[in-house]
């Protein structure tokens, strides 16, 4: 899934370059490379598609080349999650029948690769056998307030593979003491977003819970591959409800595992979880870019990876970021407003 703006992260994000193709991290790799780099030994190039926005088709053509064109879907408008999975979902069936698909977002960061291998890998494989729904759960290390939570039945796992069990339900987003309440019991976990079934499985599940959306997809099918796909998708989701796929099905699907994941997953959705996740000086500052000198600076992320030599003084808990001329120095603790800073 790759059709987010990723507003949050300006001056370098935005409408017209969303963070997904961006190098966040500055490691030489977009995020949406780095998610396909870590799927490289698990399904092959033909097999992985993309949604995207009609805007961004040329940015996934460009990043990832290897990805066929006919695999990459084009969203007219942003209608959340669950049309998204509808409409690749009802494509797969048609290619495959017997397909069973990893859905995942194109814009977070994994550090642990093999650990992440292997959660999807035993997932695929339970979902290839069974009706059953399998999503990644994050063993949660502070009490976020951003992130949805799984509330997971640790007394009854799969007979089938004991690391994965029943989901009792999924949680909003919550406030900051309930947050805390979650982290101190060991059955809840943060919601990745990371999905695995079978085709089936889900289109079942849309046949049932989302009918109307379901119907509007199947009767596409016949143009699916054709030149008239792209006009008929376009109407079907002027007219589709915005609605995520957590509201949609997770929340009343009955057979849904989760499969803890120590993966060192962020959703990167701020720069204060840049910092977390990177590499840190002594004095605990992000540094991204070549030629970037701090003097009494602590704890701040400095991102200017466009500027030939930078020289920071005297802050601590900033961000500082500059991209195309534009430039951005913020507390962290306030980053929550750069939305109104620069409108």
């Avoid at 977070?108 to 494989?125: G, Q, R, T, W, Y």
């Avoid at 109307?212 to 792209?230: C, G, I």
């Avoid at 992320?301 to 430039?327: P, S």
Wanted: proline fraction near 5%.
């Amino acid at each position: 899934m790759a059709g987010g703006i990723g507003s949050r992260f300006w001056p370098m994000s935005n409408e017209e370059l969303p963070k997904q193709f961006l190098d966040i991290l500055g490691c030489g790799k977009t995020l949406i490379q780095l998610t396909m780099q870590r799927f490289q030994d698990i399904v092959p190039a033909e097999n992985v598609w993309v949604v995207t926005g009609e805007r961004y088709k040329d940015l996934v053509y460009e990043q990832l080349p290897d990805v066929p064109k006919k695999n990459v879907l084009l969203e007219p408008c942003r209608r959340n999650t669950a049309p998204c999975i509808c409409y690749v979902s009802t494509k797969i069936k048609k290619r495959n029948p017997k397909a069973v698909v990893v859905v995942t977002p194109s814009d977070h960061v994994i550090l642990d690769v093999p650990a992440f291998k292997e959660a999807i890998n035993e997932s695929l494989e339970y979902t290839s056998e069974t009706d059953a729904i399998v999503t990644l759960g994050i063993k949660p290390n502070r009490p976020e307030t951003g992130y949805g939570y799984i509330k997971a039945d640790l007394g009854f796992s799969s007979a089938r593979m004991k690391n994965l069990y029943r989901v009792d339900a999924f949680k909003e987003k919550p406030d900051i003491d309930t947050a805390k309440q979650y982290i101190a019991l060991p059955e809840y976990f943060w919601n990745a977003g990371i999905f695995v079934w079978s085709v089936n499985t889900i289109v079942n599940a849309f046949r049932v819970y989302e009918s109307q959306m379901w119907k509007s997809f199947e009767a596409l099918m016949p143009q699916f591959d054709t030149p008239k796909e792209q006009k008929a998708v376009n109407e079907v989701y002027e007219n589709c409800k915005s609605i995520s796929v957590d509201y949609a099905i997770m929340e009343k699907a009955e057979d849904i595992f989760v499969r803890p994941a120590d993966i060192g997953w962020s959703d990167l959705g701020t720069w204060t979880s840049l910092l977390m996740l990177s590499d840190k000086d002594v004095y605990g500052n992000a540094l991204i870019g070549d030629n970037i000198r701090v003097f009494e600076t602590r704890n701040s992320v400095v991102h200017t990876t466009h500027l030939r030599e930078v020289v920071v003084q005297g802050l601590d808990g900033y961000v500082v970021v500059e991209k195309d001329g534009a430039l951005l120095i913020c507390k962290l603790s306030e980053e929550q407003r750069i939305g109104l800073f620069h409108e």
